[in-house]
């Protein structure tokens, strides 16, 4: 497996991320904090590596002023995520 | 982490992200009540409501264009609340989204400038839109709902001698607002 990819979505709470990420089309940080269980301070480091991976696409809106962001996943990540899944199965399997 | 725990993970995340269906009944059920409220008023008050050329334009459009505001408020704010989108929610809106242009720059337009009644034109559009709705959602309801829609249509075009309104208010209840009850109340989620 790509090494720089098993480290990124070897951390529980990226994987957690990353796989809400990959069944919805976009989700708001609230959201993410809910699903992974973690606290604003951590996820907000999670995300960020994963963003600098190219992993997912962060935007900033506003809601009745105040501040509302949403995650996605890239197309990159997509694959990325695709592979990483195919190769953990073939290690389940062997 | 093991693999095994890995795919735990994933599996346990994936399933977090399920549509809930209730919001989509919520607006069938809305929009089913706001129409067959203003067809029972237009045919109560039709003298009232077709005193001028475009008094009846008018009615048909404003208070839509109303429930319009109101149900696309309600859906941003139910989508926050949620706290994310999947992808069947964000098709069925741009589904929805062709609807209502198509109803504002297509039917409307025609209906103002050739004097012609939209009723039969929109139960069509609408036929549409609720039979690829119940597609994607894969409920058996709204695609019921859009089937009916379609005889409603075919109805017109063969039996015109019907108030047109009446073939409305059927086309709603058996297309919008009993398809949105079994959604609204459906346990599955």
Known sequence: MDKDLEKLLFNPIRLKIASFLISVDNASFKKLMQISGASKGNISIQIKKLSDAGFIKIKKIFDKNYPLTLISITRKGKKLFELFFKELKSYKNN | MESKEQISIINEAINKAKEDLKPFGFNFIFWGIFIIIMCLVHLLFTEFIQQSKF???IYWTVLPLLGMV???MYNIKNGIKKGYETHIGRVVKILWMVFVFSWILVILPQSIINNQNPIQDIILLLAITVTTTGLILKSKSV???????????????????????VYCIIAQTFGLLIPGLVLYYNKNG
């Open chain 2, 143 to 165: 695609g019921a709902g859009g089937i009916i829609l379609f005889l409603v249509f075919y109805s017109i075009e063969f039996y015109p001698l019907v108030n047109t309104l």
């Open chain 2, 70 to 72: 109101y149900t696309t």
């Open chain 2, 55 to 57: 008094s009846a334009v």
